[in-house]
């Protein structure tokens, strides 16, 4: 029941990202609330059912982004499947494990969109990149992941060990 | 596993297995495919995007009522509406202006050919913005019209003010643009002053500069900053911004300009989709016409 409740939340996420975050932006910089979503779901819910959510997420994504039409629906999927994995091999999903991936997860995943968005510009737009979206937006992914790992585990009937 | 949340089974591993190279095997494809092939990709998920576009919708305007009473209830109601009021208007008519000023000086160079001078009309179509691109990467916003009503890639969008940026994807009820301070779009600029070209692009900053001036432009700040009308998308005239500042580094074989966009994207609200602009080929007419008045006045 809990699962088949998340469908419409999971599918509100895209139009929260497109109207609300623009509001609540940090220097210009909002959270990616899809990925935090495929990052969770991957780390409480297994690799299969955190690359699928990433699949779906990103690809509704995809069509309200300005960008290549793929890009989301692989780093997505790609982050879901691979937190999953990476639940399977830690000793716990507490909180700070949480965090911590999602630093990473999201790191890797600007990484791919630096070099798609800013394909063939100099240096100095890259670095730009890295020290001015990349690295603020992987700690505000890191910092909404807290709150919904928190609101994650309470749902889930689990309270957050660690 | 402490902590760690392990749900019911509900399908063997087997069929896990066969999901996961299902959705691996699409996301290769998504790869894989060939960009004009993606048609079909964009034509499957077509129905999901029409259907995540209404609680866009419905959010976009709960967003704006509660920003409009967040105003009124905690700003100056009257100074804050005339003042928005009064920018929209000197906004729209720094456009007229430069409007009016473009078509002066089209007159005064093609006097003998006015005739030639039949400017198609634009149509365009009003919309709404109704949210941000989904990243943090690409500068863009979402617009309430799509391919229902006439919307296609690559057309200009404007304000009564100025260029906004141009359509890179649509879906039934929605398009995107891609800003002008994007530094992956670029619009083909003319000086008004000066007549140069040059290509006019963003920077990752959220600034727009004019690249390739040529060398000996007197190009100067202040400078207004038009489109050429050789862009898809834009008719001739429309104004971009002011020149603010000219680089021009030793050994470099063009000038740099600093633009200032004329168009507040932070502010804007609603927009013009440039659905028909004036055909390039009339543009062309119109010049190759005025070099024969030209060399026919050599002549005499």
Redesign the interface.
Known sequence: MK?LASIPFM??L??????????LSLF???P?L?LVAACLVGL??????G??LG?FLG?????????T??L???TK??VG?LSGVV??N?????WYSAFFSMLVFSVAS?TV??LV??QG?DMG?VF??IS??LFP?AVLDGLVSLVAHWIF?RW?G????? | MNGRFRPAVLVGSGTRRIIAVVFALACVAFVLLPRHAQFFIHDVGQPLADVVAIPIESMASLTRGLRDGWNQVFSFHTISEQNHELHQRVQQLRGELNQWQERALAADRLAALVEFQQHTPIRTVAAQVIGRSTSNWYQGVVLNKGEHDGIRVEMGVMTPAGVVGQIVKTTGSTSIVLLMTDPNVAILGLVQRTRDEGIVQGTPQSHVWMKYIPPLSPVRKGDVVVTSGLTDGFPRGVLIGEVARIEEREGDLFQTADIVPVVNFQRMEEVLIVTSPQPVEAMLSIEQALDSRENENAAQ
């Open positions: 699962r599918l509100l895209v139009p929260v990202q497109v109207t609300l975050l623009p509001s210009g910089i909002r990616d899809c409480f819910a297994g690799r299969v059912r690359g699928v699949f690809f509704v994504q995809d069509f309200f982004f300005a960008g039409l793929w989301n629906t692989l999927a790609a499947y639940a399977k830690v000793s716990t999903t507490a600007g969109f630096l968005a800013r510009m737009v730009h990149g001015a979206v937006q585990s889930m689990h309270a957050p060990s660690g």
